[in-house]
């Protein structure tokens, strides 16, 4: 764990240079973040079926591109992958709307909660009934919503999510639960 500490500071000292305009930082940023966006874009694309056209290293490229373009007042290491979190869900929400759309169109169909928690690409409606679902509980109750983008879009654990959120862990725990029993009454 001794290890992790600096590298978390070395990452959000290069953020905050980044944030003060040096593009540099970029270039240093990535061989310290590269490795944990891989894994969790890995994480999200393991079900997929084996010809597929979406893979790890091009969902982290295109959210890293987007990371580092778009202007945001970077905290830290955790918000920075908090933030990736909400955009490869968004990068995967869209490639699965335009999957669909190529098959067939129609209706997003009902689906599992524990289907839909498990990415597949071959069955793109559970990505976007998930995703839907999530907007409407983020209308409802926003926290709770974040609770699940930053678990399973960003791979964050509860402590993780306490700190980006400003709550306590137990804070967190309760929404995991609650969201999830929400998201299973919505999604089945």
Do not use: C
Not at 151 to 174: M, P, S, Y
């Amino acid at each position: 764990m001794d290890e992790k500490i600096p590298e978390t500071q070395e990452v959000t000292r290069l953020l905050q240079s980044l944030n003060a305009g040096n593009r540099d930082a970029v270039d240093a940023l990535v061989p310290l973040v590269y490795a944990e966006l891989r894994k969790l874009a890995a994480h999200y694309l393991k079900s997929e079926r084996g010809e597929h056209t979406l893979q790890p290293t091009a969902l982290v490229h295109e959210a890293f591109l987007r990371l580092v373009e778009q202007e945001t007042a970077w905290q830290n290491r955790t918000h920075f992958f908090a933030m990736a979190a909400n955009l490869m869900r968004r990068i995967l929400v869209d490639y699965a709307r335009a999957s669909k759309a190529e098959k067939r169109g129609g209706a997003a169909e009902k689906v599992s909660l524990e289907d839909a928690f498990v990415f597949v690409m071959e069955k793109p409606s559970e990505m976007i009934a998930l995703d839907e679902a999530l907007e409407e509980l983020a209308k409802i109750d926003p926290r709770r919503s974040r609770v699940v983008e930053l678990k399973f879009f960003g791979g964050l654990n509860h402590e993780e999510i306490a700190e980006v959120l400003g709550v306590h862990v137990n804070t967190v725990l309760r929404d995991w639960n609650l969201a999830r029993a929400w998201l299973k009454t919505r999604i089945s």
